[in-house]
């Protein structure tokens, strides 16, 4: 905390441009707290974009801008963004109860709406531990066996009682883009989204596939860095099984601001908050008198930030290959330092 003091009063203390202010703050972290890339936009401009650290540390392969990383749960903004196309060409309807598109939902699923699932207000629980998962995290899952794991367990409330975060009730979500669309979850996101947004650097995570410039994922043991724990990543599905770079993340957020992936009327519905301040893969809250619509996920060797500011649009994007690394954390000061506020300050 000290050296974070020290760190932020000589950024406030010595006029710099603001690159050089966003790069000196970032080399306070060592490479165990923080490997990765940043990226920091307002409007159509790139203010900054840097990595840091390794992409493969056993071969000595630096990070790039162009680096592939694991987007975590930023993968739910697009299995939402996706419900919304599909609404929109009338082949579906938020207001449609699960089970009919899912026939096997239980009795206790009856009341349970799309809306539930795209709100985490299903109050279908999320797999707790990795003893739900029957065959361990290093099997392939399809897509109804995910749902098998949590399917005969009762709900945690009845469904629209509250907010309860749950990867389950996005799983739910994927089956259905598949059952809707005939296509099989990555190519839908792939062609629907990626495809017509230049997003080429984006993908679905591979265990098998050669996928070329992307970082490996490291956990942390004390200060020492290991290779993360190996993951299928059909587990993580429409809830976590994204890649992407930090540009091709700065593509998206560009394209919600236009009307390329959805109407008008579909747009304002994506960034309007359920009452706890969730909606479609997307947090919504006010930070020092500003809106701020973001998201943080984490996975194996993995983690992820994305804050967009809207009134002045405002752009960050941090993507991490170390699954501690303190992306909220980053993220928000960069976005303080945009601001020409303090780094850590909150209200």
């Not at 919504?284 to 998201?295: S, T």
Request: with cysteine; charged share 20%; net charge neutral.
């Amino acid at each position: 905390m000290q050296r974070l003091l020290i760190v932020f009063a000589i950024l406030l203390s010595c006029p710099q441009s603001l690159p050089a202010q966003y790069d000196r703050y970032m080399k306070q972290y060592t490479n165990s707290q923080f490997m990765g890339a940043v990226l920091v936009a307002r409007g159509s401009k790139i203010l900054f974009e840097k990595a840091y650290g390794f992409a493969d540390i056993d071969n000595d392969v630096a990070n790039t801008t162009q680096t592939k990383f694991n987007i975590c749960s930023l993968t739910k903004q697009f299995t939402a963004l996706a419900i919304l196309q599909l609404a929109e060409q009338g082949r579906l309807k938020l207001e449609d109860p699960v089970s009919r598109y899912y026939p096997e939902a239980p009795a206790a699923w009856g009341q349970i709406t799309l809306y539930h699932l795209l709100s985490h207000t299903s109050g279908i629980p999320n797999p707790a531990s990795l003893t739900d998962y029957p065959k361990g995290i290093a099997a392939p899952y399809s897509p109804k066996e995910l749902i098998d794991i949590f399917r005969s367990k009762p709900l945690d409330f009845l469904p629209g009682e509250k907010r309860k975060y749950s990867n389950a009730g996005y799983y739910l979500l994927g089956y259905v883009i598949e059952q809707v669309s005939g296509q099989k979850y990555p190519d839908y996101i792939r062609q629907n989204i990626f495809a017509r947004i230049d997003m080429g650097e984006s993908g679905y995570e591979s265990n098998t596939l050669i996928i070329k410039h992307r970082a490996s994922g490291y956990s942390l043991e004390g200060d020492k860095i290991l290779h993360s724990d190996y993951v299928d990543w059909s587990i993580p599905y429409a809830a976590g099984a994204l890649y992407s770079t930090v540009e091709d993340m700065w593509r998206w957020n560009q394209a919600l601001y236009g009307e390329k992936l959805l109407n008008g009327r579909s747009l304002s519905l994506l960034f309007t908050p359920d009452k706890s301040g969730y909606n479609y893969g997307w947090f919504i809250k006010q930070v020092n008198g500003r809106e701020q619509v973001y998201h943080e996920g984490g996975n194996p060797g993995y983690a992820a930030f994305i804050a967009r500011y809207p009134a002045d649009r405002t752009f960050v994007i941090v993507l991490s290959n170390v699954e501690t690394a303190p992306v909220a954390t980053i993220a928000n000061d960069l976005a303080a330092l945009t601001f020409k506020e303090k780094p850590g300050t909150k209200s």
